[in-house]
C-alpha cells in the first residue's frame, strides 16, 4: 500500500482531511511504536510505506502494562485532537492496518496489546460511532 493510499484510507474513515488523517496516522504509530517489542515494531516498519516507516520505529517508550486510556492521552496529545477524535482515528489507522499487512503480521502487533484493545482492533468496519 503506498503512503497516499494509506491516509486516504484513514481520511475516508475517519471523514476528514488527509492533513488531519496523516497527523491522526503519525501519532497512532508513534505510540505504538512505543508500545509493542523492538523486533515488532521493526517489522511493523518494514511493511508500511516508506513516509511512515519512521514514525513506526521510535525508541521504545513504555512497553508491557500500559492502559488504553493512556495510549488515547498519547495519540490525543501528539496529533492534537480530542479524546475521541484520537480513539476514532486509532481505530481507522488499525484497520487500515489491518488491510495492508499480511495477516500473520498485524496479529502480531496486536496480541501486544492490552485487552482492551481486542474491541478496538477487532473492529472491522464499525470504526467510526458516527455511523460511518
Known amino acids: 500500500m503506498e503512503n497516499s493510499e ?15 488523517a496523516t497527523a491522526i496516522t503519525r501519532a497512532t504509530l508513534t505510540t505504538l511504536a512505543e508500545r509493542i517489542e523492538g523486533g515488532e515494531a521493526k517489522d511493523l516498519a518494514a511493511q508500511l510505506p516508506e513516509e511512515l516507516r519512521g514514525y513506526a520505529y521510535g525508541p521504545p517508550g513504555e512497553t508491557g502494562r500500559f492502559s488504553f486510556n493512556s495510549f488515547i492521552s498519547q495519540v490525543s496529545g501528539r496529533a492534537e485532537v480530542d479524546a475521541a477524535a ?11 492496518l489491518r488491510e495492508a499487512l499480511p495477516p500473520g503480521a498485524y496479529d502480531d ?3 501486544q496489546l492490552p485487552q482492551e484493545f481486542w ?10 460511532r458516527r455511523g460511518g
Open 109 to 111: 502487533i496486536v496480541t
Open 86 to 96: 484520537a480513539r476514532d482515528g486509532v481505530r481507522a489507522v488499525f484497520d487500515t
Open 6 to 20: 494509506f491516509i486516504d484510507s484513514v481520511a475516508k474513515r475517519l471523514r476528514t482531511s488527509a492533513e488531519q
Open 119 to 128: 474491541q478496538l482492533t477487532d473492529s472491522a468496519g464499525r470504526y467510526d
